[in-house]
């Protein structure tokens, strides 16, 4: 099994890396965003108390976040590990996430990939995304800035923590999409390698 916790500013590809991620090593993605939208949609007992905090204008605490997380690896699968998208954001979660992977799936992460752009390229992209995808925040270049500058001082310790684990990998994110999947499939590759 490999678990990787995927990083990556707003506009950086993220998205479309880890759909290559996915269907080259058999991995199930897990992000909060889609595990927040499920289990409110689905009116889930976390949903709904997710549901109360967003409402209110607050932060959802971490540990509804999760438990989402718990009751989602939880889940049965046939999948040869989990990409873990939009967590953890901070040492707390880190931590918390690193916990999670060891009680439910007796393992741990093996890795965090990080895909690094340079802030006039993800700005481009962004505003560029936002004219067609009819974003209202990928349409704004301040918001974008605020958004950018947000993701940085929040994964900042993460990032950290990993390096001390020797677990963290950048990568560039400038490229063609298919020369940055084969640095991100060589990096899984070599832990998969060490596993066998």
């Known amino acids: 099994m490999i678990n990787i916790v995927l990083f990556g500013p707003p506009g950086s590809g993220k998205g479309t890396q880890a759909q290559n991620l996915i269907e080259t090593f058999n991995l199930k ?19 709904q108390l997710a549901k109360s905090y967003i ?25 040869a ?8 954001r901070t040492a707390h979660q880190t931590l918390a ?4 992977v060891k009680t439910e799936l007796n393992a741990e992460i093996d890795l965090c990939l990080s895909l690094i752009v340079e802030d006039e390229i993800l700005v481009e992209r962004l505003l560029k995304r936002g ?10 270049e301040e918001v974008i800035r605020n958004r950018i500058k947000e993701y940085y001082s929040k994964t900042a310790e993460v990032a950290e923590l990993y390096k001390t ?17 084969e640095a991100l499939f060589q990096e899984v590759r070599k832990i998969k390698t060490a596993q066998d």
Do not use: C
């Open 29 to 47: 993605q897990i992000s909060t965003g889609d595990l927040f939208r499920f289990n409110i949609k689905n009116n889930t007992d976390l949903g």
């Open 81 to 88: 590990g989990f990409i873990f998208d939009g967590f953890p």
């Open 165 to 181: 684990q020797g677990k963290y990998v950048e990568i560039n994110g400038v490229g063609e999409i298919a020369e940055i999947a």
């Open 97 to 100: 996430l690193e916990q999670i």
């Open 131 to 140: 004219e067609t995808s009819g974003r209202t925040d990928d349409s704004n």
């Open 55 to 79: 409402d209110d204008g607050q932060l959802v605490p971490d540990q509804v976040t999760i438990d989402m997380l718990i009751s989602e690896v939880q889940k049965p699968t046939t999948a």
